[in-house]
């Protein structure tokens, strides 16, 4: 099944898991058994589902054979180059190509301007207003060629202006920008280039990122901190008369394998083979020497062989324009391919169900939780009317009095819940102390002026540091607070389990270690782009304040929003089963002693009342039916053995039926 296929079939999968939660959400609505915070929860991952993306950066030093890489793979049915390819920089602005059907089809460019200011390109992607946008005739090759030709571009700058948009100045022109005789440094005219192109691929959900060489890297950090960490595969390409350069290695080293738990996904591309087709080697001694070059990328990026694949992009892209299957079969692009998608879809399908197992699995066992509640409740109705036959009213007077008793015992607990919900609301208030985003402001504020006041380099990377270790600190407190509540809802669902017989499973626990380990690869990235001798001696105390602020801070700050998201999603969630199993018994008590206060004023309505009630036990037990295939139906899209909730739920369902 070639790349275009398997993507389809992801793709209809996802639909499929989309329509099967759907489904869940608008029987939950119908049956009035789910809430607001279910609903919304539910909405979310729907539309999580809807907008997946999967990103795949193609990250290389210039003349690797980079853009023709991508050309050969998603553009070889045009019979022609889309993307520039030419010996020396063909791109030299990061590039994303993807499709939303609500734009044109056109490329937008950011001007390289827009450094100077305090906005991040993730910003700027809400301001259509400041792209410089290109049409794009999709029908015309010639009309793509020309639009996307536009992402080579440079500028003459001056070394001041050049600097203080961020590119380092190097005399040799081996680290950074070279000065010519004119003492202006050339640089590259756009920040970032965005492509709408509806390609098959780019409709079902892949963005391609195409990122340019080292220096150009380097110069834009908001592209190592949140593009290349983000994409779900990253194919290195390498050239084979070249090997793993000095300049290579740094790439590798600094943007792409910056720790162990990133290797996977992270794909090596042992770029012209074809260089060793000249006619004078044997096939075996070329299938040697790729093996010993593959052999030797292998053990300088301290990756597997099987991460490492040699191709010709060249005659790849050649061969299907031309449909010359020997061709295409020896530029070995098929063994690529077929690993693109086994790294990318398999894991990013893993995570999906992971996520999807969590939410709805939360929310069935919740929803069984509280119709088994109802079920019991309804049968200790019909238990009690059917005794009361044939009895006389001191015996009913006596039911009466009894449920009364029951009711003013759960009043009595209610007050205590209600003592305990007032300690949650504290517990949370103080959570957010830590982890709110005024206290991170609060805490950025101080840094930047700490910066700003500082007379030399040591000042500046106290004040950096200290910035870590304050957001570290909160993300401790933060766990702690966590951890104190876990604790206190425990206690509370046990208790009310034992004394009132709710049958409540324990609650979802929460983790903040996500977001430390996300502010510690924050860390370690500043400590490689920033923190260093050449940064400090290079730059201004101004510029590095304003780099730090425009990358680390920002990402800092996305980090925290999204804890704060998170987080507030858990206190909403973590009390709802216990809030509507409270409410659930309390109306239960209500309808039991109005029952009963009927009966007593008039005994005809006792028939009449079991009646009702054997109704609604029928109309319970159907309900859990269909619930347990609403379950089934989700899990056998996420391709699950048996029930989504943990096998323990299981015998609440045998109590229900």
């Not at 509806?198 to 890297?217: E, F, M, Y």
């Not at 894991?347 to 929310?363: D, F, P, S, V």
Request: proline share 3%; hydrophobic share 40%; glycine share 6%.
């Amino acid at each position: 099944m070639n790349l275009t296929d398997q993507f389809s079939e992801f793709s209809a999968w996802r639909g499929r898991l989309g329509a099967a939660i759907t489904q869940l959400k608008g029987w939950l609505t119908n049956n009035e058994v789910g809430d607001a915070q279910t609903d919304l929860r539910l909405a979310y991952l729907i539309d999580r589902l809807r907008d997946e993306k999967l990103t795949v950066a193609f990250v290389a030093e210039f003349s690797r054979g980079k853009s023709e890489l991508i050309n050969a793979v998603f553009f070889a049915n045009y019979g022609a180059r889309i993307l520039p390819s030419a010996t020396g920089r063909t791109t030299m602005c990061p590039t994303e190509l993807a499709w939303d059907a609500q734009q044109t089809p056109s490329v937008c460019l950011l001007p390289i301007e827009t450094r100077a200011r305090n906005i991040s390109i993730a910003e700027f992607k809400n301001h259509p207003d400041e792209w410089i946008t290109l049409p794009i005739e999709i029908d015309s090759a010639e009309s793509l060629q020309q639009a996307l030709a536009r992402v080579r571009e440079t500028k003459r700058a001056s070394v001041e202006e050049a600097e203080n948009l961020g590119f380092v100045i190097d005399p040799e022109g081996k680290t950074g920008a070279h000065v010519g005789a004119d003492g202006m440094v050339e640089i590259a005219a756009w920040r970032h280039a965005l492509i709408n192109f509806p390609h098959p691929l780019l409709k079902q959900g892949l963005v391609i990122i195409d990122t340019p060489g080292l220096n150009a890297i380097g110069s834009e950090p908001e592209l190592t901190l949140s593009l290349l960490p983000n994409a779900h595969v990253a194919l290195f390409v390498l050239a084979t008369d070249t090997g793993v350069t000095q300049s290579d290695l740094a790439i590798w080293q600094e943007h792409i394998n910056i720790s162990h738990a990133q290797q996977r996904g992270r794909l090596v591309v042992l770029n012209k083979i074809d260089s060793l087709w000249d006619g004078l080697r044997s096939e075996a001694q070329i299938e040697q020497e790729i093996s010993d070059q593959v052999a030797s990328v292998s053990k300088t990026l301290a990756i597997p062989p099987s991460q490492v694949f040699p191709i010709s992009a060249q005659k790849a892209l050649l061969a299907k324009v031309t449909g010359d299957t020997e061709l295409l079969e020896r530029s070995q692009i098929g063994a690529l391919e077929d690993a693109l998608t086994d790294w990318l879809l398999p894991t990013r399908k893993e995570i999906i169900c992971e996520n999807a197992r969590g939410e709805t699995g939360e929310i069935v066992l919740r929803t069984r939780e509280l119709l088994a509640a109802r079920l019991r409740g309804v049968e200790e109705q019909l238990h009690e009317l059917s005794e009361l036959r044939g009895k006389n009213q001191s015996v009913i007077s006596y039911m009466m009095r009894k449920v009364r008793v029951e009711k003013n015992e759960f009043e009595q607990g209610l007050l205590k819940y209600n003592a305990t919900r007032s300690v949650f609301t504290s517990l949370s208030n103080n959570l957010f102390v830590h982890l709110g985003l005024d206290s991170l402001r609060s805490e950025t504020r101080k840094t930047r002026e700490a910066m700003l006041d500082a007379h030399f380099s040591r000042g500046l990377r106290s004040a950096m540091k200290d910035f870590f270790d304050r957001l570290h600190d909160s993300l401790r407190k933060t766990a702690d607070e966590v951890a104190e509540i876990q604790k206190m809802l425990d206690s509370m669902y046990k208790k009310f389990t034992v004394e009132h017989g709710l049958k409540l499973a324990a609650p979802i626990g929460f983790s903040t270690e996500r977001y430390e380990r996300q502010i510690e690869q924050l860390r370690s990235a500043f400590n490689q782009q920033i923190n260093t001798f050449s940064t400090m001696m290079l730059h201004s105390r101004e510029t590095v304040t304003q780099r730090f602020f425009d990358t680390i801070a920002l990402e800092a700050r996305r980090t925290f929003e999204a804890a704060n998201r998170d987080i507030d999603q858990w206190l909403r969630a973590v009390m709802s089963p216990l809030e509507t199993q409270v409410r659930e018994y309390q109306l239960q008590l209500k309808r039991r002693l109005e029952s009963i206060r009927r009966i007593h004023e008039a005994t005809g309505t006792l028939d009449g009342r079991i009646g009702e009630l054997d109704q609604s036990e029928r109309l319970l037990r159907q309900q859990i039916r269909e619930l347990k295939q609403l379950e089934y139906n989700i899990g056998e899209t996420l391709a699950l053995p048996g029930a989504l909730v943990e096998p323990a739920a299981e015998a609440l369902q045998a109590q229900a039926v």
